[in-house]
């Protein structure tokens, strides 16, 4: 069983950044697939970036490569996302995924099994 919070959401101009955290309990984090999905207001939740169980893997979404960045901390057992370059499209709530760990990177909300709560990224223009 794997739990997930996330945190540093918040309001920020365009171009400004924000560090978004999830930090996850239960034994099995280190060996888990992450992912963060976002869902803006009448939409979808789309998919953001994913990372296989040891890091080695990541891909992106193209509307946000160049800009945002995943990385984990296994010792704290928390996934980072770093947001740059932020623009008014990016408003949305933001999830943390996991599921069962390997080599793979996952595109699907359907193929995750733990969620977060979600917090709120707000792109004033």
């Known amino acids: 069983q794997v739990q997930l919070v996330e945190s540093g959401g918040g309001l920020v101009q365009a171009g400004g950044s924000l560090r978004l955290s999830c930090a996850a309990s239960?034994?099995?984090?280190?060996?888990?697939?992450m992912g963060w999905f976002r869902q803006a207001p009448g939409k979808e939740r789309e998919f953001v970036v994913a990372m296989s169980w040891r890091g080695g893997l990541t891909d992106y979404a193209d509307s946000v490569k160049g800009r945002f960045t995943i990385s984990r901390d296994n010792a704290k057992n928390t996934v980072y996302l770093q947001m740059n370059s932020l623009e008014p499209e990016d408003t949305a709530v933001y999830y943390c995924?996991?599921?069962?760990?390997?080599?793979?990177?996952?595109?699907?909300?359907?193929?995750?099994?733990?969620w977060g709560q979600g917090t709120q990224v707000t792109v004033s223009s």
């Open positions: 239960g034994r099995t984090f280190a060996s888990a697939n």
């Open positions: 995924a996991a599921r069962s760990g390997d080599s793979a990177v996952y595109y699907s909300q359907h193929d995750y099994t733990y």
